[in-house]
């Protein structure tokens, strides 16, 4: 398969659909999952147009990452979460559902279970107030 211009995420980059972001810089976007597993579930994209980690330019991968440490450390502490699960899938088989790269960054807590991958949509004002939560602890002096 080749990238596909028309992703979601591609769209959501382009500014043609709307999402709410917690992170951005030149090379990456970060916003909230509005299908969350658990609270606070955020995804990290590049800017570079990547269907996933095979065709990912390493350049744009080590800037994901990146991204990835600093938004991961202000959910972990604005979710008071016990761990940070990282997800990352290539391929439908592997359950990619979107085109376009990225890691999810999912708060987890002890014997807590997961809601189901690509399960319920999350109310929107829910979204907004998880994503200042997160907006708050990065502009934090220090964190
Ligand atoms: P996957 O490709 O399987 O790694 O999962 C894609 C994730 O993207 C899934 O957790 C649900 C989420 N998602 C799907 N559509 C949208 C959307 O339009 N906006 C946002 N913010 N997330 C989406």
Known sequence: M??????????I??????AVTVYED????AFMDVMPQSPGHTLVVP???????????????AAVLRTVQL????VKTAFNADGIMLNQFNGPA????????????????ENVPLRRHTGDMEDSAV??????RIRAELARPGA
Do not use: C, M, W
């Not at 080749?2 to 769209?11: E, L, T, V």
């Not at 990547?50 to 350049?59: G, P």
């Not at 938004?71 to 202000?74: I, P, S």
């Not at 359950?95 to 999912?106: A, D, E, M, N």
């Open 2 to 11: 080749s990238y596909d211009n028309n992703n979601i995420f591609a769209k």
């Open 13 to 18: 980059l382009r500014g043609e659909l709307s």
């Open 26 to 29: 030149d090379a990456t976007l």
């Open 47 to 61: 800017r570079y147009p990547a269907e996933n980690l095979f065709d990912l330019d390493l350049t744009a991968g």
């Open 71 to 74: 938004v991961a450390r202000a």
């Open 94 to 109: 592997a359950g990619q559902t979107v085109f376009h790269f990225h890691i999810h960054i999912v708060p987890r807590y």
């Open 127 to 132: 979204l907004q107030e998880q994503a200042q």
